[in-house]
Nanobody
Framework: QVQLVESGGGLVQVGGSLRLSCAASTRTVTMGWFRQAPGKEREFVAVMGWSRGNTYYADSVKGRFTISRDNAKNAMYLQMNSLKSEDTAVYYC?????????????????WGQGTQVTVSS
């Protein structure tokens, strides 16, 4: 069983930046970020495999968000720049034992508790 713990959320103004972190209790092959805004379904944000060679981003965050991993620390990060009000959501860290860079929440077995990101105008 893998435990995931997110941190780094908070309140930021439009155009600002935040860096989210996800700490895993053990090695996790594929790790990704999802988010869920009030009244909306959980949506894919970004994913990275163990080798860090392959990454995918949602079109809505390309060029603004950067996913990274520190495999020695079993950690994953999401650097979020040029934040917009529509980025406001609870951000979840997700993990899978499979090397499948899924953009669907169904592709992940492990989930963190989420961290709130609020972007104010």
């Amino acid at each position: 069983q893998v435990q995931l713990v997110e941190s780094g959320g908070g309140l930021v103004q439009v155009g600002g930046s935040l860096r989210l972190s996800c700490a895993a209790s053990t090695r996790t092959v594929t790790m990704g970020w999802f988010r869920q805004a009030p009244g909306k379904e959980r949506e894919f944000v970004a994913v990275m495999g163990w080798s860090r060679g392959n990454t995918y981003y949602a079109d809505s965050v390309k060029g603004r968000f950067t996913i990274s991993r520190d495999n020695a620390k079993n950690a994953m990060y999401l650097q979020m720049n040029s934040l917009k009000s529509e980025d406001t959501a609870v951000y979840y860290c997700a993990g899978s034992e499979l090397l499948v860079l899924s953009q669907s929440a169904r592709g992940y077995r492990y989930w963190g508790q989420g961290t709130q990101v609020t972007v104010s105008s």
